[in-house]
């Protein structure tokens, strides 16, 4: 029997490439907060997707503000996660198009993983990063119904 919720995985229609996902469907739709979210759950559940040369540039670059804004918003949700597809060698290599100096965007991703409560996790392929994805809302649901079902059951 397959114990896997329904779920349905929304999209940020903002995003322009989406993860692929191969066992949760998804709609697009229009996030407050993050490029990822689960259908009736998005005040809860959140995760901003940055490539490695994204995240550079929301870190060191013009972006910087924004991105703190949003950082800051994420820490409203009760799982939330900034998810960079790539690696920290890709980073200590400087292998992004920015003259950042790698320990610097480094040490501004961990001050911001401090600073906004926001875990940091890295995923080297898109592929991956969708799977890390669908596990996370595949469980975070299932905590979800199983919290909803205690709370029905002792009232």
Known sequence: M??????????????????PFTKLKTIPGT???????????????SVE????NDLVNSCIGEDRARFERELHRLRGFRFKR???V????????????????????LG????FEIR????VVFSPTPADAGRLIE???????REVVLNATHLRCAG
Do not use: M
Request: glycine share 6%; charged share 25%.
């Open 2 to 19: 397959d114990r896997t919720p329904d779920v349905l995985l929304i999209v940020d229609q903002r995003e322009q490439t989406p993860l």
């Open 31 to 45: 996030l407050a907060t993050g490029d990822y979210s689960i259908a009736g759950l998005e005040h809860l559940f």
């Open 49 to 52: 997707r940055k490539t490695i």
């Open 82 to 84: 900034l998810l960079i």
């Open 86 to 105: 790539g690696t920290e060698d890709d980073i200590r290599q400087g292998d992004y198009h920015s003259s950042a100096n790698p320990k610097a965007v």
């Open 108 to 111: 501004t991703i961990a001050a």
């Open 116 to 119: 906004y409560e926001v875990p």
């Open 135 to 141: 596990r996370w809302a595949i469980y975070f649901s």
